[in-house]
């Protein structure tokens, strides 16, 4: 487990598909996500067998918060496509639960990808990319410190319209930089 204060990561569990598949086929929640379609669970399922195949540092975690003296599955999130010269990994997240939308849950789960990323593997960069239709997913990558760094035009389609993919990344140095600025 990696515990932050209201959250934790685990592996994911082949029992974990099932609520993967319902939330990615909430359209709500698909719309600001990689999967453009509903998922069936052979899909969930072919998606975890890959998983298992990827270095463990791109193998997704769940993501858990406290309820009651337990703990309760939100959603998951993780790195990926990692270029091991540069140090650079993508990051990704998604709270299915829409109950827990708004309640600080995503900054939380991305300043502790952040620490995973730098402290435990090493990274020198992280980025994301995101819908320009999606504020409260860039406005929570803000306030874990991510940084707009370019706007591909046209790159994403949402509702028939094209709109803008932006690239959003932190550097190990930034990071380090507001760690110190928290702690003083
Ligand atoms: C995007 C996501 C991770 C955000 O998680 P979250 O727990 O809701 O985020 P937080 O509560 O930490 O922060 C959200 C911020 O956005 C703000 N926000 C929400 N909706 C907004 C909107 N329409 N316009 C502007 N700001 C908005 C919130 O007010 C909050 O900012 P504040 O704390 O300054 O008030 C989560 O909603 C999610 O997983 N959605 C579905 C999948 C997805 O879109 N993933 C991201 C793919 S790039």
Redesign the pocket.
Known sequence: MIYGERIRFRHIEREDLPSFAQWINDPE?R???GPYLPMSMPNQEKWFEEMLNRPLDEQWFALEVREGEGWQMI?NCGFFGADHRVRSMEV?????DKG??????????MLLLNKVGFDTLNLHRIF????EN???????YE?AGYVHELRQRQAALADGEYIDLLYMGILRDEWLRDKISQSN
């Open positions: 929640v719309e600001g996500i959603g990704g997240i998604m709270i299915g827990k939308w708004g309640q600080g849950y995503g900054t939380e789960t994301l990319r995101v819908n999606n504020p409260g997913a860039v406005r929570c306030k």
